[in-house]
């Protein structure tokens, strides 16, 4: 039996986690740059700064300690992907005609017809196929949407059966994504905290070569 439907729209591209990250990160470097800058200053100057005012100066640093390393994936998330792995070979569809509901592994389908996308917009089932091949298949009293609300679900439970396949790796892909991006944050967080420490170190020291106090106000 051969099949069309209505072509769709393309997904709309996700964010660029990274690019933001970065950026964040790269506007940190500079304030911090501007700190070191203020501690060659005040030597240039024989600490014309009081001490309040290179205190007040470091203030947004004051907080900012060495953070924990990323976690390791969670063994949830392991299980999910062991399951995929284990299910039938993405990815599915769902074809729902003339009241047969059924969802097939995308391979096992003939005659397929795609849009610029990659969307199917034709397609033949198959007269014979193999374990794993036809995953659901329903009979419905009607053939289109909208008439039964119980048939209506089990059009929805098939559409989300259909994607589970694509879905969950996407959402794996992202999260595997996310746990680099923290690692690379924590990472750059504290080579940041390090370099405060440093800053501050220097300070002290400027101040011990040239005989003032910690409070000495100069």
Same mark, same amino acid.
């Given at each position: 039996m051969t099949h069309t439907s209505p072509s769709t729209q393309p997904a709309e591209p996700t964010t660029d986690l990274l690019t933001d990250t970065g950026r964040r990160y790269a506007v940190a470097q500079r304030v911090l740059a501007d700190v070191a800058g203020l501690a060659q200053n005040a030597a240039d100057e024989d600490f014309l700064l009081t001490p309040d005012e290179v205190a007040a100066a470091l203030t947004p640093f004051t907080a900012l300690e060495a953070a924990a390393p990323a976690a390791a994936p969670a063994l949830r998330e392991q299980a999910i992907r062991e399951r995929l792995? @284990? @299910?039938s070979e993405g990815p599915w569809f769902v074809s729902d005609c003339e009241g047969r509901l059924q969802v097939w592994r995308e391979g096992a389908l003939e005659h397929v017809v795609r849009d610029e996308s990659g969307t199917i917009t034709g397609w033949s089932t198959p007269f014979s196929w193999t374990d794993g091949d036809l995953l659901h298949e329903v009979d419905l009293e009607t053939w289109d949407e909208g008439s039964d609300p119980d048939e209506?679900?089990?059009? @929805?439970? @098939?559409?989300?059966?259909? %994607?589970?396949?694509?879905?969950?790796?996407?959402?794996?892909d992202e999260t595997t994504l996310l746990r680099r991006l923290l690692a690379e944050t924590v990472d750059a967080y504290n080579a940041l905290a390090a370099r405060k420490q440093r800053t501050e170190q220097q300070l002290q020291q400027l101040r011990t070569e040239s005989? %003032?106090?910690?409070?000495?106000?100069i």
């Open positions: 792995d @284990a @299910a209506d679900l089990e059009r @929805a439970n @098939a559409r989300l059966m259909g %994607h589970a396949p694509q879905d969950l790796e996407y959402l794996l005989g %003032h106090s910690p409070g000495e106000v």
